[in-house]
């Protein structure tokens, strides 16, 4: 993979990020958190279920973009339940 690839792709979006350290590590320990909930037995799905999330901690923001399933679909996938 071209190493430039993160750039151009964030160009062709129209918005780039910082791909820093702290932004990865973020990601990670998100990702990881929202695993071990999702596999601990009685819990609700995690938060992030049909969800995006993007962590910048340059900006400091954490932004939520839900992707319920399509009712017309027949993948079977569930809507989260709070
Ligand atoms: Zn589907």
Redesign the pocket.
């Known amino acids: 993979m071209d190493s430039r690839w993160p750039t151009v792709a964030g160009q062709l979006a129209g918005r780039s990020q910082q791909a820093d350290l702290c932004s990865v590590q973020a990601t990670a320990a998100m990702a990881v958190g929202q695993i071990l909930r999702a596999l601990s037995p009685g819990e609700k799905p995690p938060p992030a279920w049909n969800t995006t999330i993007e962590i910048d901690t340059f900006e400091g923001t954490v932004e939520h973009r839900p992707w319920p399933?399509?009712p017309a679909?027949?993948?079977?996938?569930q809507p989260r339940r709070s």
């Open positions: 399933p399509n679909c027949g993948c079977g996938a």
